[in-house]
């Protein structure tokens, strides 16, 4: 996970910030779909992030350090409709950014993570606005569908090509 310079500047607890964050997401996604975040690192990043495509050009240059998905967390209360990379049919993204939802919330970042999770996954949760937390039950069943595909692009082995049968020059 990448926190932007507004969350760690406001906030002195900022890598429990971030822990405490990935655990009630995990604990959400692990209760409506057997989904289970891992959190493998906290990043300090020394700018605020002011939309979702700088913050995705930033994430694009960290690196990854094993973690399937890496997870941006902007300290600004920005509305984007996209919260996660690009996904295909065969994989999920590999970048996501979760921007503060709500200040006056004892998680305020908790609603913009699981989108952005459950985006990266193929699906948009709309439903996740709901209080409580929940998903749609057409949401449910694309995310329960996908949940296997792996994060990162599949490395596809060229098909091996077929011996060329043509005389070796100077045979003809």
Do not use: C
Request: aromatic share 6%; no cysteine; glycine share 6%.
């Amino acid at each position: 996970m990448v926190v932007d310079e507004e969350v760690f500047d406001r906030r002195s607890d900022w890598i429990d910030y971030a822990e405490r964050h990935v655990r009630w997401a995990s604990q959400v996604l692990l209760r409506e779909l057997g989904v289970e975040l891992e959190l493998r690192g906290v990043v300090a990043w020394p700018t605020a992030w002011s939309s979702g495509q700088v913050a995705f050009a930033d994430l694009e240059r960290v690196g990854n350090d094993g973690a399937d998905l890496v997870i941006g967390l902007g300290g600004r209360s920005i509305r984007t409709p996209v919260q996660a990379g690009p996904t295909t049919a065969q994989r999920h993204a590999t970048a996501a950014i979760a921007f503060s939802s709500d200040p006056t919330s004892p998680a305020p970042h908790l609603r913009s993570l699981l989108r952005a999770v459950t985006q990266a996954m193929g699906s948009d949760p709309v439903a996740a606005d709901a209080d409580p937390i929940a998903f749609s039950a057409e949401e449910r069943r694309i995310l329960l569908e996908r949940k296997h595909l792996p994060f990162t692009a599949e490395v596809v082995e060229d098909a091996p090509q077929p011996a060329d049968e043509a005389a070796p020059e100077g045979e003809n």
